[in-house]
């Protein structure tokens, strides 16, 4: 069943899929963290012509499948390579989420706070940049380390748009020497270690984060 | 637009209106309050003392009414047609109100800052004075306020004593010459009063800036006030210098408030 060497024979493309699966994540995730801190802005702090599509639109790419909007994207915009075009539908698809992420952590923020901003006739800007944001990404530190581990696992769907990420490889792998088992088994390995101590870092930060 | 007078009083109240909802708060209200006065609001919770505090640092809008400022229009300014008073816009209130500080009942720092940043926060930002500047102005009214060795530490690490002083720093470092102390002894522990209350009356001798306070504590009241001003359901029931009143209250009203809070002179809790 199990091929040892097969399995051996599959490490390496399976660890240079991953590299380039690290290489999509970080940013998109950051993508996603910028994109979604303006969405919340904008939604909260803007003008209400601009808040009012900003919030449908946000709300239209959160409620279709990603795997859609990387077909479509794919299909509209030929120009973009396809890592860089994966990197951006991710980041923007995520970015919906985390708007929504940052705003309960703007709404968390106590009221006194904008209430000593005003005593002291802190400019706006400064509010928000001194004041606010500062104790609302505090705030959701948690969460958004949650959605950077369900980013990274989503990251297999970008191998639909040719991006040679570690499934894509481990599917490559599999075909040509036949020998599916080990090298998606090697890629499931590579996961679940590269997660699994994220989560944890995740899990404790809340743990201190709520002490 | 008329300008500066030294005879105007720092505060004028104009028939002001507060409503919530059908909730009426402020009733058509006239007050002033003179320069460098100092005035103490006394009255059951939910009387209004606080709203006109609120009203004042403009974290609340007038419902009808004008709020003068120095002899000018503070709620309100010129516009419309014939040079008519229209509600302030959000950048009048903004020119305007950096005259004002207040100290709030919880303290209301900013939890991420050291004790240090929180007090040169505005001064650098709003007053645009040098961070060496703030900075060595921080330190004195830390100084002041008997907190110059807590400089770096985190709001979070100190006492609610503490931090409430922090908090008048905070506010004195604006230079206001209107300050609003909206009930800041209530949230402490008793044996921490005191302490804070040591530090507004050193303020109050020290400095000739306008206070009006809204508080429980009659002791304090008596020290710093002027005049006290005792309120019930929107309307100043009656008003006079701190002593007559407190010893010898005219109206019912007042009576049966000071009665109720069981006490003459000395601190509530």
Same mark, same amino acid.
Request: aromatic share 6%; hydrophobic share 45%; proline share 6%.
């Given at each position: 069943?199990?091929?040892?060497?097969?399995?051996?024979?599959?490490?390496?493309? *399976?660890?240079?899929?991953? /590299? *380039?699966?690290?290489?999509?994540?970080?940013?998109?995730?950051?993508?996603?963290?910028?994109?979604?801190?303006?969405?919340?802005? $904008?939604?909260?702090?803007?003008?209400?012509?601009?808040?009012?599509?900003?919030? /449908?639109?946000?709300?239209?790419?959160?409620?279709?499948?990603?795997?859609?909007?990387?077909?479509?994207?794919?299909?509209?915009?030929?120009?973009?390579?396809?890592?860089?075009? /994966? $990197?951006?539908?991710?980041?923007?698809?995520?970015?919906?989420?985390?708007?929504?992420?940052?705003?309960?952590?703007?709404?968390?923020?106590?009221?006194?706070?904008?209430?000593?901003?005003?005593?002291?006739?802190?400019?706006?800007?400064?509010?928000?940049?001194?004041?606010?944001?500062?104790?609302? $990404?505090?705030?959701?530190?948690?969460?958004?380390?949650?959605?950077?581990?369900?980013?990274?696992?989503?990251?297999?769907?970008?191998?639909?748009?040719?991006?040679?990420?570690?499934?894509?490889?481990?599917?490559?792998?599999?075909?040509?020497?036949?020998?599916?088992?080990?090298?998606?088994?090697?890629?499931?390995?590579?996961?679940?270690?590269?997660?699994?101590?994220?989560?944890?870092? $995740?899990?404790?930060?809340?743990?201190?984060?709520?002490? | 637009?008329?300008?500066?007078?030294?005879?105007?009083?720092?505060?004028? @109240?104009?028939?002001?209106?507060?409503?919530?909802?059908?909730?009426?708060?402020?009733?058509? +209200?006239?007050?002033?309050?003179?320069?460098?006065?100092?005035?103490? +609001?006394?009255?059951?919770?939910?009387?209004?003392?606080?709203?006109?505090?609120? %009203?004042?640092?403009?974290? #609340?809008?007038?419902?009808?009414?004008?709020?003068? &400022?120095?002899?000018?229009?503070?709620?309100?300014? =010129?516009?419309?047609?014939?040079?008519?008073?229209? =509600?302030?816009?959000?950048?009048?209130?903004?020119?305007?109100?950096?005259?004002?500080?207040?100290? @709030?009942?919880?303290?209301?720092?900013? =939890?991420?800052?050291?004790?240090?940043?929180?007090?040169?926060?505005?001064?650098?930002?709003? +007053?645009? #004075?040098?961070?060496?500047?703030?900075?060595?102005?921080?330190?004195?009214?830390?100084?002041?306020?008997? +907190?110059?060795?807590?400089?770096?530490?985190?709001?979070?690490?100190?006492?609610?004593?503490?931090?409430?002083?922090?908090?008048?720093?905070?506010?004195?470092?604006?230079? =206001?010459?209107?300050?609003?102390?909206?009930? &800041?002894?209530? !949230? %402490?522990?008793?044996?921490?009063?005191?302490?804070?209350?040591?530090?507004?009356?050193?303020?109050?001798?020290?400095?000739?800036?306008?206070?009006?306070?809204?508080?429980?504590?009659?002791?304090?009241?008596?020290?710093?006030?002027?005049?006290?001003?005792? @309120?019930?359901?929107?309307?100043?029931?009656?008003?006079?210098?701190?002593?007559?009143?407190?010893?010898?209250?005219?109206? !019912?009203?007042?009576?049966? @408030?000071?009665?109720?809070?069981?006490?003459?002179?000395?601190?509530?809790?």
């Amino acid at each position: 069943m199990w091929d040892g060497e097969a399995a051996r024979a599959a490490l390496p493309a *399976v660890l240079e899929g991953f /590299g *380039v699966t690290v290489l999509a994540t970080v940013p998109a995730f950051a993508v996603a963290m910028v994109l979604g801190l303006v969405l919340a802005l $904008v939604q909260r702090a803007g003008p209400a012509w601009l808040a009012l599509p900003v919030r /449908g639109a946000a709300a239209f790419v959160r409620t279709t499948p990603l795997l859609v909007q990387l077909f479509a994207a794919w299909v509209l915009v030929p120009a973009l390579d396809a890592p860089v075009l /994966g $990197v951006l539908v991710l980041g923007t698809h995520y970015a919906t989420y985390l708007s929504e992420v940052y705003r309960t952590g703007i709404d968390a923020v106590p009221k006194g706070q904008w209430e000593a901003c005003t005593a002291l006739s802190l400019p706006r800007r400064r509010v928000w940049r001194a004041v606010v944001l500062p104790q609302a $990404v505090r705030n959701v530190l948690p969460p958004l380390g949650n959605y950077a581990v369900s980013m990274f696992k989503e990251t297999p769907l970008l191998s639909v748009i040719t991006v040679h990420e570690m499934v894509h490889e481990a599917n490559t792998f599999g075909s040509t020497h036949f020998a599916y088992l080990e090298s998606f088994t090697l890629a499931a390995g590579v996961f679940l270690l590269a997660s699994w101590p994220t989560s944890v870092l $995740v899990r404790r930060l809340e743990a201190r984060l709520a002490a | 637009m008329p300008h500066e007078n030294r005879d105007d009083p720092a505060v004028r @109240f104009e028939r002001v209106t507060k409503r919530y909802g059908d909730r009426t708060v402020l009733d058509g +209200l006239d007050l002033e309050v003179g320069r460098g006065e100092h005035v103490t +609001l006394i009255g059951p919770s939910g009387s209004g003392k606080t709203t006109i505090l609120r %009203l004042l640092m403009t974290l #609340e809008r007038v419902t009808d009414g004008v709020i003068h &400022v120095d002899g000018r229009p503070f709620s309100h300014m =010129p516009g419309g047609t014939n040079g008519k008073l229209v =509600p302030a816009s959000e950048r009048h209130l903004a020119a305007h109100r950096r005259r004002i500080g207040m100290v @709030f009942q919880q303290f209301n720092l900013f =939890p991420h800052m050291s004790v240090l940043e929180n007090v040169v926060e505005a001064p650098v930002h709003v +007053l645009g #004075e040098s961070r060496e500047d703030a900075d060595r102005r921080a330190r004195d009214l830390l100084d002041l306020v008997g +907190l110059g060795d807590r400089a770096d530490a985190r709001p979070t690490r100190l006492s609610g004593g503490q931090q409430q002083r922090v908090a008048i720093a905070r506010a004195l470092a604006m230079r =206001p010459g209107i300050l609003l102390l909206d009930e &800041v002894t209530s !949230a %402490l522990d008793p044996e921490l009063v005191a302490e804070v209350l040591d530090v507004l009356r050193d303020v109050a001798r020290s400095t000739d800036i306008t206070l009006l306070c809204v508080t429980h504590e009659m002791g304090f009241a008596r020290d710093v006030s002027d005049r006290i001003l005792m @309120f019930d359901r929107g309307r100043i029931v009656e008003s006079g210098p701190a002593d007559e009143l407190l010893e010898s209250p005219a109206h !019912a009203r007042t009576r049966a @408030f000071l009665g109720r809070s069981g006490e003459r002179g000395r601190p509530l809790r």
